[in-house]
């Protein structure tokens, strides 16, 4: 048994993942990227292949607005769910991560959750971070900067031991 204490990942380990999910990645992005490429497009459409529609300098100032007004509510929504965040009674409160054969139980004085192992569906080690894919927008992330080293080994060990029996991720279809 792996037992953490005040587990709070910072903002720079609970960056969104670049894989584990495959190709669910990249359509999960889709709102990032869909409405330049279709307002890209339907700028040029509009210009016409004549070129003289519109001048040619207006379908890149309107992509420069499209992109600040993207990029300012984006940050607003920010604000707005860290503000929410803030105020919320379970906000700030460390968690005590337990990892053993059962699953992973995370808890706090308020509250606690336990998933089994084979709702995981896989462990990424990355440089910082442990991450533990259970659904595409639901990854718990361990800092390693909590482990010793011997809980990182112990931590390996386990998942490498887990799959080997076909545990780890055996509710995944």
């Known amino acids: 048994m792996i037992v953490v204490e005040a587990v709070r990942p910072t903002a720079k380990e609970l960056r969104p993942l670049q894989s584990g999910w495959g190709v669910l990645h990249w359509i999960a992005?889709?709102?990032?990227?869909?409405?330049?490429v279709g307002f890209l497009v339907f700028g040029l459409v509009a210009m016409g292949p004549d070129g003289d529609a519109y001048p040619p300098g207006l379908l890149f100032v309107f992509f420069g607005g499209t992109f600040i007004?993207?990029?300012?509510?984006?940050?607003?929504?920010?604000?707005?769910?860290?503000?929410?965040?803030?105020?919320?009674?379970?906000?700030?409160?460390?968690?005590?991560?337990?990892?053993?054969q059962d699953g992973l139980t995370f808890d706090t004085p308020l509250q606690a959750n336990?998933?089994?192992?084979?709702?995981?569906?896989?462990?990424?080690?990355?440089?910082d971070r442990f991450v533990f894919l259970v659904l595409p927008g639901h990854n718990p992330v361990l800092p390693k900067r909590l482990l010793t080293e011997e809980q990182s080994e112990a931590l390996r060990s386990l998942v490498d031991d887990l799959s080997q029996k076909g545990v780890l991720g055996a509710g995944v279809d």
């Open 114 to 127: 336990r998933i089994d192992w084979r709702a995981v569906k896989a462990m990424q080690e990355e440089r």
């Open 29 to 36: 992005c889709l709102p990032l990227y869909v409405g330049f």
């Open 69 to 100: 007004a993207w990029a300012t509510s984006f940050r607003l929504t920010a604000w707005v769910n860290a503000r929410a965040t803030s105020k919320a009674p379970a906000s700030g409160t460390d968690w005590r991560w337990t990892l053993s």
